[in-house]
């Protein structure tokens, strides 16, 4: 999987927001020093994603399938999370 790392405040702030589309072998991952209460949120997004949250010691703790435009949810103890294309989306 090709793999983007919203490694600086602004793509951590756009994220996949204002993209037409994406692969469906890519996703952007965000990481952080420390576990944390994160809120992500699909505002101004064009295609549904997939979203799985992983703990201090990478145990998926949480995936959100097939999350729309204008959804959001937040998540306990998340040290990462990828985001990608909704499975069987074509967009």
């Known amino acids: ?3 983007e790392l919203a490694n600086t405040l602004p793509k ?3 994220g996949l927001m ?5 692969p469906n072998d890519y996703g952007m991952l965000f990481a952080f020093e420390t576990s944390r209460s994160v809120t992500v949120h699909t505002f101004f997004m064009r295609f549904p994603i997939d979203i799985t949250f992983y703990s ?3 145990k998926v ?3 959100v399938k097939n999350m ?3 959804q959001w949810v ?18």
């Not at 204002?18 to 994406?22: G, K, L, P």
């Not at 990828?82 to 074509?90: F, H, L, N, S, V």
């Open 68 to 70: 729309k435009p204008w």
């Open 18 to 22: 204002f993209r037409r589309t994406i």
């Open 61 to 63: 703790i949480k995936v």
């Open 12 to 14: 951590q702030i756009l």
């Open 1 to 3: 999987m090709q793999t």
């Open 56 to 58: 201090e010691n990478d």
């Open 74 to 91: 937040k998540v306990d103890g998340v040290k990462k999370f990828m985001e990608t294309k909704a499975q069987g989306e074509r967009y």
